[in-house]
């Protein structure tokens, strides 16, 4: 029996969950869960994982869903890149795994963590991926799926986490004690994404940082002097913001070295959480920044309903909108925020 408790952690996918409760009865070789971070993916593989090494189908009460829960079941693996890409090295442990029989349950699970980024190392896993021994069953986890991975999609039973609705993620967060109107800010500007949402809920500059840029347009005065400042200002709000994931990253590290002390430590383990860490920094910052400028086109959208010629508004949107397409270019972003910010104050 599945305990009801066992997906949890997953919030907003009821579709999602329904499907892998009924997998985890019959089980095929490989499943492919693609959402962005955030919408319960990697929560839900652990889960599945449980469900598929536990006696019980995952009942979330025994020592097996207890170290499967905790990150130290044999059976249970999750490979991590600790570089932008899963590099050879990192390879051979999945191939060697996957041949091997179980240690200790029926079938072991090994989780393949961010396979959009997989492409070098593709061929070699394909075929592992395409057929492993009976025993084994592979979970593909991606935040979308390029082209070249089509193959290896075709050959997994695909499951998709869409961004969870802001109506869910505000009583997610009032469930788990937020308050309602701080709850309600946050869920608007959390794009569907529980971790952004819970990590902006502890944030207590998180509605500053918001007025901050809805208030750029009124304080523009066409210079380039005021641009550079604005933008120094603005990419300086971030910088409080890092101070509650510095904190979920120290209790993760304690965490780590509870487990090390407790069932020792897996090699390069340590590696891997380092390499986690520097990345969802990475991803705040640049999360931060798309949440600014959406803040600042509602601002012009605001201006917008009450302007006698709208002209400006829009031209306004359409360069806001264009700064918030190049941002996945791996822009300057400094000089990309002052060019915007010229633009804007000449726009009036
Ligand atoms: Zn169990």
Redesign the pocket.
Known sequence: MTAPGLYAAVVGQERAVAHLMAAARAPVHAYLLVGPPGTGVREAARSFA?ALV????????????GRVMAGVHPDVRFFERTGAFLRVEEIRPILEMASRSPVEAPRKVLVLVDFHLVAEQYPRLLKAIEEPPPTTVFLVLAEHVPPELSTIASRCVRIDFPPVPEEVVREALVAEGVNAAVAADVAAASAGRMDRARLLASDPGFVQRREAWRAVPGRLDGTGATAFVLAEELLAGPETMLAPLAARHAAELAALVERARLYGERAGERKELEARHKREERRLRTDELRFGLSALAGAYRDRLSSDRHPGASLAALEAVAAAHEALVRNPNVPLLLQALLVRLGRLG
């Open positions: 449980a536990c006696a019980e189908g995952g009942c979330t009460q025994c020592e097996v869903c």
